[in-house]
């Protein structure tokens, strides 16, 4: 790989190749421990490469608003992105964010976003995908409680 990462997130693409960004945080060379992200800028950008299993190669594609927490092929052929912002050990300041990733053009669009920081995504049988859980923003400390949130991208 280009980079060192942690924790990512790999979503195959149907013509073979892999999209893979990195998901929450990032594994320190240094410490030998994963690192919570650094995420307090909303402007913030996390690199995103594809992999080509026919070369063995990575290509740096483009890069994503942030830290992703889910990622879901949509029937475009784009990949649905969805993280978070703000500092995760405080959730009241956390937010949430979504975009498109085009692997052709290597752009992303953001998009409407998740209600719940930490989401998990699950694309249904008609194209659409399911935001369920997460966190509830709130002033209660780490851990944030869970959150029953369901939304539904179109």
């Excluded at 990462?5 to 013509?15: F, H, I, K, N, Y």
């Excluded at 290509?59 to 092929?73: E, F, K, N, V, W």
């Amino acid at each position: 790989m280009p980079r060192v990462r942690g924790a990512t997130l790999a979503v195959p693409l149907p013509d073979g190749r892999v999209v893979v960004l990195p998901r929450w945080g990032s594994f320190s060379q240094s410490h030998n421990r994963f690192e919570p992200p650094v995420l307090d800028d909303p402007a913030s950008e996390a690199p995103v490469d594809i992999f080509d299993p026919a070369t063995g190669t990575f290509r740096l594609a483009g890069s994503a608003p942030g830290a992703a927490t889910s990622a879901t092929l949509l029937r475009t052929g784009k990949v649905l992105l969805a993280g978070h912002v703000g500092d995760w050990l405080k959730p009241k300041t956390a937010g949430t964010w979504a975009a498109t990733f085009d692997p052709e053009r290597g752009l992303t669009e953001l998009t409407s976003s998740p209600r719940a920081p930490f989401a998990v995504s699950a694309r249904l049988a008609d194209g659409r995908v399911l935001f369920a859980g997460g966190f509830v923003v709130s002033d209660e400390g780490w851990p944030p409680p869970a959150s029953g949130s369901l939304d539904i991208f179109e």
